[in-house]
Each structure stands twice: as C-alpha cells, then as structure tokens.
C-alpha cells in the first residue's frame, strides 16, 4: 500500500509538470468556447484587410478559407489531439522527455519570445480601440509617441496578465463568456456595412442574390488585384495561408497544452468553433467591415486600423469588440509563453514565470512595429517550431510502429539528444532553404519541412539508440506513471466536487444573455435587409449603434453575472 510520503516527489512538483489528472478534464464544450473565442480574434481584422491587399478574388475567399480551414481542423483531430489527449502533458514537459534538457530549453526560450511578441501584438490591437475612443493620435511609427497610449497599453496589459495568472480554468471561462458575443458581433458588423458597400458599388442598399454578391465583392473587395496592381493570389495560395495560419499550433504541436485537458482525442473536433465561425466567417465579414468603413471615411481598406473598421461598423460595440478580441487571443498566447517559461525555470511557479513574461509583452506592446509585422512573424513563427512538432510526432506516433523505443533518450539518462537537436537545425535549412529558393509556395513549405524532419529524426534516433531496448527504465516510468494516477486520485478525494447552479435566478441570467443577443442580430438584420434607401440605412444603422452597445453591457453583465452564480454554488 503506497502511503503520503511516496508521493512526496509529486507534491513538490509544479502542476503543469505532471499529466493532467483524470478529474480536471474539460468536456468539449470548454474547447468550443475557447477555439471560437481566440479565433474570433483582433487580428482578424488585419487578416481581412491581408486579402484585400493581396488581391484575391471572391470566389477564392469563399471557396478556399473553407477548404483551408476544414483542413486546419482535421490537422488539429489527427496531429495534436491524439498525442495531447494519450500523454496529458503540454509539448513543453513532453519534449524534454524526448529530447533532454537542453533542446528543451533552447525550444522553449524560442517560444516564449514567439508568444510574448504575438500577445504584444494583440494587447496593442486591444490598446488602438481605446486611442481612438479618447482621440489619441494613431501610433504610425515603430515606437511610441503618445504618452497616454503607453499608460492605456499598460491598463489593457495589466487585464491580460491578470486573467493568464489563473490558469487553464480561468482562460476557458473568460473565452466561454466572449465567444457568443464576438461571433454575433463580427457577422452584425458585415451585415450592418453591406448596404453602404452596395449603395456604392450597385447603387442600391441589397445585393440581389449571390451573382451580385461575386460582382460586389470582386469590384470592391477582393478584386483580383494586389495593392501595387498586380494580379493577386489564387485558390491554392488562399486554401494554403488558411491552412497555415495556425501551424504553429497544430503541426507544431503546442496546443497539447490546452488538448491535454480534453476528455477525448476527438475534441480536437471542437476548434472547428475557432476555424469555421471564427477564421471563416470572420476574415470574410472583416473583408465586408473593412471596405464598407472605407467607402464611409473615404479611405482604402489597407489605410485602416482595427479601431477605424470596427467603430464604423458597430459603433461604440466597436471599441468593445476590438478590446475584447485582442485580450482573448492575448491571455491565451501568455498562457502559453507562461507555461514555457515555468518549463525553462521549473524552480518558479507558473504564475511567477508568467507576472515576469507578462511584463515584458506590456512593454513590447507599447511598440506599434510589433502589430504591423504580426502576419510575417506568424508566419515564419510556424516555420520554426513545425520540425519541433515533427520530431514529437516521430516518437509518439512512428516509434512504437516500427520497433523503435519511445523516451529511449530519456532511458539513455542523455541530457542533449544530438539526433533532435541536428534534426530540428537540418529542418529549418531545409525549409527555409526552400523558401530562399522559391522552390515552392510560402504557404505549404511546413508540408515537406515537416516530412522531411520526420524522416531525418527516425533515421538518426535508431543510430543513436531508439531501436534498443530498456525494460528496467521502462519499468520505472510505468511505476512512475501508475504512482503519479494514484496520488492525482487521491488529491482529488481532498478537493470539492463543483455543484451545478439549477437555480431559477441563475437561469434567468442566461436567457437575459442569450435574448440580447438574438436582439442584436435581429437589429443588424434589419439594417442590411430592411433598408429601401440611404436614409432609412442611415436610420436603421443609427437605431443598431445605440442598442447594440446597450444589449453588449447587458450581455456581458448577464454572463459574468451567471458565472459567479456557479462558482458562489461552490463555495
């Protein structure tokens, strides 16, 4: 009978070094709620204009972000989720099972600068909502020149960091409350800049069926035709920038860390939230948003800040929307850059790491440059950690499927795997190379990077040892594995079972939320098709201005007020 002071190894362990336990899985609801939320982003406002600048057509929008995406997903339920959901563990903890100590570190210092950089990024978006709504001049150069927005970038941060300091737990509620409204909130805005885009093009407040629709969009939004008047990307390059967006994530393994809490491998379905509704349905509306705010201010879409689209679009729902969406992608990326600072200094807390990480990113964020290059960094970004993602992939999934040992650098007691370590390095020449070389498409350059990783790492692993056998190491981690279950079991019986809030009170909160809602698309509606002319468009966008921003602080009252409900149940 195993007794407390067994467990004592486990007990001066950090949290998010160990599996995740059995009882603090998330059912798929959780996941929807979190992909939809971060997804439905700031920066899909800068991706939506992208387009417009690159010059698609509009049937590649349409056609290509859906295959794009419905491919971004299945990357997700077939690459990440299995791997997160079987070891419980994020990427940061696993890898250094695989590739010792000192891969890790390199790695992980790698990705705390890629997500502290991406969530100055969005803290910045969040910050150009406020500048516009106290008339702050724009920040157009790479530093700051406006004292008050360094203050309201410092306030917008200081939101961010506190949500991130709580963990998993407390990321998914806060995306769960936004989600709704941000997807509402993004379609409203299409709907309510449509009549103005077609009264310019069309000269009438409605397109009449989808062959408008195609003639709209190609004459004012994506017109085939980049913003220095060459002929714009295809169907191929729009299904590949969809797909590659998210590598980092998903090729690149790193959302084991928010995986590892789900229930089952299939939940990796779930981001179908984020990709569908989010990337989806929002790059397109920030494509309508964009150019309908363009044809009111009189500017090209290219020449607008999010705070610009979003205020002509939805008013002052507009300054909301732009804060909120860049604090949902912000706290999820310091979530992340937390955890892998916590990896490198695993002597620290993940809150400590994470207060140190998220003071930096406040003041990388006072930096205009850092939201202006977001796009290349994600880019490039995905590049770098694609091979990182393929190595683990090699181990976790090919190794035990030819005969090879899974951890055998971790048996091996090797604190520096040369076959990760050169793997990782000979990844990037080649797919960097063959990006100097414009072998082929920017875009797909993480399909052959990966395979091509893939294959060196397997190659150079069974030379150095994974095709060797360690039954008493492998016995010991079993043992390990078996113990850690039990004293995850154990704490369990120490802690409350939450209590589902049934009551009416409670109840009524969520209708309340739900209804306004549902008012606010009915609103939008009623501008983009019950407009005959320019003044009742003009009338009926007014009208939604007012009572959108009213049903967005009873929403949020609502919601927030519904989820203190549950947690005073559980106290």
């Not at 150009?128 to 410092?154: C, E, K, M």
Request: charged letters at 15%; glycine letters at 8%.
């Amino acid at each position: 009978m195993e007794t407390n002071n067994n467990y004592e190894q486990f007990e001066n362990l950090e949290e998010e070094q160990l599996p995740v336990a059995k009882h603090k899985l998330h059912d798929w609801t959780h996941f929807a709620g979190l992909y939809a939320a971060e997804h439905v982003a700031a920066t899909e406002f800068v991706i939506g204009a992208t387009f417009v600048a690159l010059g698609a057509k509009t049937m590649d929008i349409l056609l290509g972000l859906l295959i794009g995406n419905i491919l971004a997903v299945l990357s997700w339920t077939f690459i990440t989720s299995p791997i997160a959901v079987e070891t419980r563990l994020s990427l940061y903890t696993y890898l250094n099972k695989i590739a010792g100590d000192s891969m890790t570190k390199l790695y992980n210092w790698a990705n705390i600068i890629i997500f502290s950089v991406i969530s100055a990024a969005m803290i910045t978006v969040s910050s150009t909502a406020v500048r516009f709504a106290f008339d702050i001049p724009a920040q157009l150069n790479w530093y700051p020149t406006n004292v008050w927005f360094i203050l309201i970038v410092f306030v917008v941060g200081i939101v961010v960091v506190s949500i991130a300091l709580y963990g998993f737990k407390a990321v998914s509620e806060f995306s769960g409350i936004c989600a709704p409204w941000l997807f509402v909130m993004f379609t409203s805005g299409a709907m309510v800049l449509m009549p103005a885009l077609s009264l310019d093009v069309l000269h009438k407040t409605l397109p009449n069926g989808m062959s408008d629709f195609i003639a709209l969009g190609n004459q004012s939004i994506w017109t085939g035709i980049d913003s220095n008047g060459e002929p714009g990307i295809g169907l191929i390059e729009v299904i590949g920038f969809a797909w590659a967006a998210n590598t980092i994530t998903h090729f690149g393994l790193i959302d084991m860390a928010l995986l590892r809490f789900a229930k089952k491998k299939s939940y990796g379905l779930a981001t179908s939230t984020g990709m569908m509704f989010g990337h989806y349905v929002a790059w397109i509306a920030a494509g309508i948003m964009g150019a309908g705010a363009a044809v009111i201010i009189g500017k090209t879409i290219v020449e607008l800040d999010p705070g610009d689209v979003a205020y002509y679009a939805l008013g002052w729902s507009g300054f909301v929307i732009v804060i909120v969406a860049g604090w949902t992608t912000a706290i999820t990326n310091l979530y992340r850059a937390g955890l892998a600072a916590q990896a490198v200094f695993n002597k620290h807390s993940r809150k400590k790491t994470t207060i140190i990480v998220g003071l930096v990113t406040i003041v990388i964020a006072c930096f205009p440059f850092v939201f202006s290059q977001i796009l290349p960094l994600l880019t490039y970004a995905g590049l770098l950690v694609v091979p990182v993602g393929a190595i683990v992939f090699a181990e976790h999934q090919i190794f035990p499927r030819i005969g090879y040992t899974r951890y055998w650098s971790s048996y091996k007691n090797l604190t520096f795997s040369t076959p990760a370590v050169a793997s990782w390095a000979l990844g990037l020449i080649f797919g960097f190379g063959l990006n100097a070389f414009n072998v082929m498409s920017f875009f797909y350059l993480f399909l052959p990077t990966w395979v091509f990783t893939i294959i060196i790492y397997t190659l150079l692993a069974g030379r150095y040892g994974a095709k060797e056998e360690y039954p008493i190491a492998a016995k010991k981690e079993k043992i390990r594995n078996e113990n850690i279950v039990k004293f995850q079991e154990q704490k369990a019986k120490e802690e409350i079972v939450p209590v589902k809030d049934e009551s009416a009170f409670s109840k009524l909160l969520k209708i309340v939320s739900v209804a306004v809602l549902l008012i606010t698309l009915i609103l939008a509606i009623k501008v983009m098709f019950w407009s005959a002319d320019e003044v009742l468009y003009i009338a009926n966008r007014d009208t939604f201005y007012t009572y959108a921003f009213i049903c967005t602080l009873l929403y949020f009252i609502t919601a927030y007020w519904a989820l203190q409900c549950g947690k005073l149940k559980n106290k």
